[in-house]
């Protein structure tokens, strides 16, 4: 392959040329504490709660992937829109999140249960170390939008996750970001 651009629009995070995906709240609706909150929501029009936007490079050893993500505003029950959240499907891959418009969480989990949450903002740029599984929340009113890297041949693996949730979930409270226990919590 060639040297080439991609454009991206920080302000929408359109990134061109690259390919789509959507995800819908019946797409999450596993991951969510309240799916009771989820169902209602697919009920009433299955709300778009976030895009990916991936450019096309091959999916081998020594590539990097990229691609921008814009999840919106918004929440099921209390808890904020989020991503389904995945460890690498090749686990000793890192990804580095770079944060151009909005407010979010990006929480992490390691292989031995160590759990951490960092703040995204514009220009942060969260680094997401090998073996650490990673699901990201908007928190704000606006898009939160931003650009990731990636080892092109680290892959997904969403069954984890799906299956054990993260030890803590963020929820609004009094109009307030709240860090509390997960009490769908499973430890296998
Ligand atoms: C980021 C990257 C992508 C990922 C996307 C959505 O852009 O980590 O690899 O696909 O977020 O997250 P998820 O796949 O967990 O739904
Ligand atoms: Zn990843």
Redesign the pocket.
């Known amino acids: 392959m060639k040297p080439y651009n991609v454009v991206i629009d920080f302000y929408t995070g359109d990134l061109r040329p690259g390919k789509k995906?959507l995800?819908r709240v019946s797409d999450i609706k596993k991951m969510c504490y309240d799916e009771k909150a989820a169902e209602e929501l697919i009920q009433n029009g299955d709300p778009l709660v976030?895009e990916?936007i991936y450019a096309d490079v091959p999916e081998e050893e020594g590539q990097l992937?990229h691609?921008?993500?814009i999840i919106y505003p918004g929440k099921v029950g209390k808890e904020y829109f989020l991503?389904?959240?995945?460890y690498h499907a090749k686990t000793g891959t890192a990804?580095i999140?770079f944060c151009l418009c909005g407010q979010g969480r990006l929480i992490m989990e390691s292989m031995d249960g160590d759990c951490e949450i960092l703040e995204m903002f514009p220009s942060s740029a969260s680094y997401i170390p090998p073996f650490w599984s990673?699901?990201?929340m908007n928190t704000g009113t606006e898009p939160l939008i931003?650009y990731?890297i990636?080892p092109a041949e680290a892959g997904?693996d969403?069954s984890t996750i799906e299956e054990k949730g993260y030890p803590k979930l963020i929820v609004e409270e009094n109009g307030e970001v709240t860090i509390i226990d997960n009490p769908k919590r499973r430890n296998r």
Request: glycine share 10%.
């Open positions: 995906i995800r976030y990916a992937g691609c921008t993500t991503t389904k959240g995945h990804e999140y990673h699901r990201t931003f990731c990636f997904h969403y």
